[in-house]
C-alpha cells in the first residue's frame, strides 16, 4: 500500500477521533492523534513533521478559536475542519479563516483520506493562495446564513454534503426562496470555490442566443480546457439543442481533461422533464429542495435582523430594528415572494420610519397587507408618506450603485422602465460626483 502521509488529528470525541484515525490509517497514513486538549498542546509545541491536519472544532466551546490558534501555530501548513453538522456558518468562516477543506459531523471513515488527498493535491502554492484571495473576495458579501428551523437544517446539511462532491446539482424551490443566494454558497463550500462561477439566464433566450453566450470562441463562458463551475438559471427553459451542445461539452470534456472539468448548477421553480437520458438526468441525480419561508416560521425573527443589517449597510442608513407590534405582523402575513418580498418589505420600512424602530405603520407603508380597520386608519398619510419614502429609498439606491441603473434596478427588485418612470417623476438625475434631486 502507498504510503499516504504523516497526518495530525485531534478530536474531542471519541468516536470521531476513532473514524478519521482509522479512516487515514486503512489508507496508508501514518497518524498522531489527539484526543484531549493537553495532548493537542502537546502535539503541537513538539510535533511538526507532518504533511495535513485534521481539527475537529464541532465539540469545541470555542471552535474558531481552537482553529485560528492551529493555523498561527502551523503557517502554511494544511488544516481539515470538522465542524457540526448542518453548521454551514462555521464549514464558511472556517475556509475564510484559512482551512483548506472542511467535514461535516457526523463524520464517516472513508472521508479524511478524500479530503486529505484532495487537498494535498491543491498543493497550497503561491498562486493558489493569490486564488484564494480572490475567491474570498468574490464571495465576501454572501453574509450570514441563517436558519435553526428543522427544514432550512435539512437543507443546509444536505448542501454541504453535496458541494464537496463533483456532481451536477439541481436547485428547486419557489420564486424568492434563495436559489441563487445557495447556489453561491454551494460553490463557495465546494473545493471549486477558487474557479470560476459563471451563470446564465435560461428564460427567454433563443437557442441561438444561448449557444453564442456559452460556445462562442471569442467571449464564451466556457472553454473545453478550463474547469469552471457553469449556474442555469431557470434551467426548465434550456432549448434541448442547448442542452445536447451542453452535454457534448461534458463528456468532451471528461474524456480530455484530468480534472472533472465544468460543474453545472440548475436552478428551478418548475419541475425538469422526466428524460431518464441526456443533461436533464445528470442534473437531477442530485437535489436540494430549497423550503418556502412559510416552512421555516421559526426563522423569520432572526432572518429579519440579518436583513435589517444588509440594508442598513447597503443604503449607509442607521440602525434598525423591528418593534413588537411589527415583528407580530411579519409572523401573521404570508410572503408569496419568499424571503425576496420579506427583504423588499424590509427595505422600504427601514427608509420610511421615522425612528430605529420599525412599527406596523411603516411595514403598511412599505406595502406589507394589514387588516380592513388599520387600513381606515392609516389611509389618509398613505399617498403622501409612500411617495417621500420611494423617492428617498431610490436616492439611496442610485448613489450606493454610482448611478448604474442597471444595478440599481435589480436592487429594488423593478425594471429599468420603471426605474427611469420614477427617476423622472421624482427629479432625480445622476451625475459622476453626486445625485442631484427635484431639478
Given at each position: 500500500?502507498?504510503?499516504?502521509?504523516?497526518?495530525?488529528?485531534?478530536?474531542?470525541?471519541?468516536?470521531?477521533?476513532?473514524?478519521?484515525?482509522?479512516?487515514?490509517?486503512?489508507?496508508?497514513?501514518?497518524?498522531?492523534?489527539?484526543?484531549?486538549?493537553?495532548?493537542?498542546?502537546?502535539?503541537?509545541?513538539?510535533?511538526a513533521?507532518?504533511?495535513?491536519?485534521?481539527?475537529?472544532i464541532?465539540?469545541?466551546p470555542?471552535?474558531?478559536?481552537?482553529?485560528?490558534?492551529?493555523?498561527?501555530?502551523?503557517?502554511?501548513?494544511?488544516?481539515?475542519?470538522?465542524?457540526?453538522?448542518?453548521?454551514?456558518?462555521?464549514?464558511?468562516q472556517?475556509?475564510?479563516?484559512?482551512?483548506?477543506?472542511?467535514?461535516?459531523?457526523?463524520?464517516?471513515?472513508?472521508?479524511?483520506?478524500e479530503?486529505?488527498?484532495?487537498?494535498?493535491l491543491?498543493?497550497?502554492?503561491?498562486?493558489?493562495?493569490?486564488?484564494?484571495?480572490?475567491?474570498?473576495?468574490?464571495?465576501?458579501?454572501?453574509?450570514?446564513?441563517?436558519?435553526?428551523?428543522?427544514?432550512?437544517?435539512?437543507?443546509?446539511?444536505?448542501?454541504?454534503?453535496?458541494?464537496r462532491k463533483?456532481?451536477h446539482?439541481?436547485?428547486?424551490?419557489?420564486?424568492?426562496?434563495?436559489?441563487?443566494?445557495?447556489?453561491?454558497?454551494?460553490?463557495?463550500?465546494?473545493?471549486?470555490?477558487?474557479?470560476?462561477?459563471f451563470?446564465?439566464?435560461?428564460?427567454?433566450?433563443?437557442?441561438?442566443?444561448?449557444?453564442?453566450?456559452?460556445?462562442?470562441?471569442?467571449?464564451g463562458?466556457?472553454?473545453?480546457?478550463?474547469?469552471?463551475?457553469?449556474?442555469?438559471?431557470?434551467?426548465?427553459?434550456?432549448?434541448?439543442?442547448?442542452?445536447?451542445?451542453?452535454?457534448q461539452?461534458?463528456q468532451?470534456?471528461?474524456?480530455?481533461?484530468?480534472?472533472?472539468?465544468?460543474?453545472?448548477?440548475?436552478?428551478?421553480?418548475?419541475?425538469?422533464?422526466?428524460?431518464?437520458?441526456?443533461?436533464?438526468?445528470?442534473?437531477?441525480?442530485?437535489?436540494?429542495?430549497?423550503?418556502?419561508?412559510?416552512?421555516?416560521?421559526?426563522?423569520l425573527?432572526?432572518?429579519?435582523?440579518?436583513?435589517?443589517?444588509?440594508?442598513?449597510?447597503?443604503?449607509?442608513?442607521?440602525?434598525?430594528?423591528?418593534?413588537?407590534?411589527?415583528?407580530?405582523?411579519?409572523?401573521?402575513?404570508?410572503?408569496?415572494?419568499?424571503?425576496?418580498e420579506?427583504?423588499?418589505?424590509?427595505?422600504?420600512?427601514?427608509?420610511?420610519?421615522?425612528?430605529?424602530?420599525?412599527?406596523?405603520?411603516?411595514?403598511?407603508?412599505?406595502?406589507?397587507?394589514?387588516?380592513?380597520?388599520?387600513?381606515?386608519?392609516?389611509?389618509?398619510?398613505?399617498?403622501?408618506?409612500?411617495?417621500?419614502?420611494?423617492?428617498?429609498?431610490?436616492?439611496?439606491?442610485?448613489?450606493?450603485?454610482?448611478?448604474?441603473?442597471?444595478?440599481?434596478?435589480?436592487?429594488?427588485?423593478?425594471?429599468?422602465?420603471?426605474?427611469?418612470?420614477?427617476?423622472?417623476?421624482?427629479?432625480?438625475?445622476?451625475?459622476?460626483?453626486?445625485?442631484?434631486?427635484?431639478?
Open positions: 500500500m502507498a504510503d499516504l502521509g504523516r497526518f495530525f488529528v485531534f478530536s474531542g470525541d471519541e468516536r470521531t477521533l476513532y473514524l478519521l484515525s482509522s479512516g487515514l490509517s486503512d489508507a496508508g497514513g501514518r497518524v498522531i492523534r489527539s484526543g484531549s486538549d493537553a495532548e493537542f498542546r502537546y502535539t503541537m509545541q513538539h510535533v513533521d507532518f504533511d495535513a491536519a485534521i481539527v475537529d464541532s465539540p469545541h470555542a471552535p474558531l478559536y481552537l482553529l485560528r490558534d492551529v493555523l498561527a501555530f502551523y503557517p502554511g501548513k494544511p488544516v481539515i475542519a470538522v465542524v457540526a453538522a448542518a453548521d454551514i456558518n462555521a464549514a464558511m472556517a475556509i475564510r479563516l484559512g482551512a483548506s477543506d472542511y467535514l461535516l459531523q457526523p463524520v464517516l471513515a472513508e472521508e479524511a483520506p479530503a486529505v488527498a484532495r487537498t494535498l491543491l498543493n497550497l502554492s503561491a498562486p493558489h493562495r493569490v486564488a484564494q484571495h480572490i475567491g474570498w473576495l468574490r464571495e465576501r458579501d454572501l453574509g450570514e446564513v441563517v436558519g435553526s428551523s428543522e427544514e432550512i437544517r435539512n437543507t443546509f446539511q444536505l448542501l454541504g454534503e453535496i458541494a463533483e456532481t446539482v439541481l436547485i428547486s424551490g419557489e420564486s424568492g426562496s434563495g436559489k441563487t443566494y445557495f447556489a453561491r454558497l454551494l460553490h463557495f463550500l465546494s473545493p471549486r470555490r477558487y474557479q470560476p462561477l451563470r446564465i439566464s435560461c428564460a427567454n433566450k433563443t437557442s441561438g442566443d444561448l449557444l453564442l453566450e456559452l460556445f462562442s470562441s471569442r467571449d463562458l466556457l472553454h473545453p480546457a478550463y474547469d469552471a463551475t457553469l449556474l442555469l438559471d431557470a434551467c426548465h427553459c434550456l432549448p434541448a439543442s442547448v442542452q445536447n451542445r451542453l452535454l461539452f461534458v468532451e470534456q471528461s474524456r480530455t481533461l484530468p480534472t472533472s472539468g465544468v460543474r453545472i448548477i440548475g436552478l428551478t421553480e418548475a419541475p425538469l422533464s422526466r428524460a431518464k437520458s441526456g443533461l436533464f438526468a445528470q442534473i437531477d441525480s442530485s437535489k436540494i429542495a430549497i423550503p418556502n419561508l412559510s416552512e421555516r416560521l421559526t426563522d425573527e432572526p432572518l429579519c435582523r440579518v436583513l435589517l443589517r444588509q440594508i442598513r449597510e447597503e443604503l449607509s442608513l442607521p440602525d434598525r430594528e423591528l418593534d413588537s407590534e411589527a415583528l407580530r405582523k411579519i409572523r401573521n402575513s404570508e410572503f408569496p415572494g419568499n424571503v425576496r420579506l427583504y423588499t418589505v424590509l427595505q422600504r420600512a427601514a427608509v420610511m420610519s421615522r425612528s430605529n424602530r420599525i412599527d406596523g405603520q411603516a411595514l403598511y407603508l412599505a406595502g406589507m397587507e394589514v387588516g380592513e380597520s388599520e387600513v381606515a386608519i392609516q389611509i389618509g398619510i398613505h399617498s403622501l408618506q409612500i411617495e417621500e419614502a420611494e423617492e428617498a429609498l431610490i436616492g439611496k439606491a442610485l448613489t450606493k450603485n454610482a448611478g448604474n441603473v442597471s444595478r440599481t434596478a435589480q436592487s429594488l427588485g423593478i425594471s429599468r422602465g420603471t426605474l427611469y418612470n420614477k427617476m423622472r417623476k421624482y427629479g432625480l438625475a445622476y451625475t459622476e460626483r453626486s445625485l442631484l434631486s427635484r431639478n
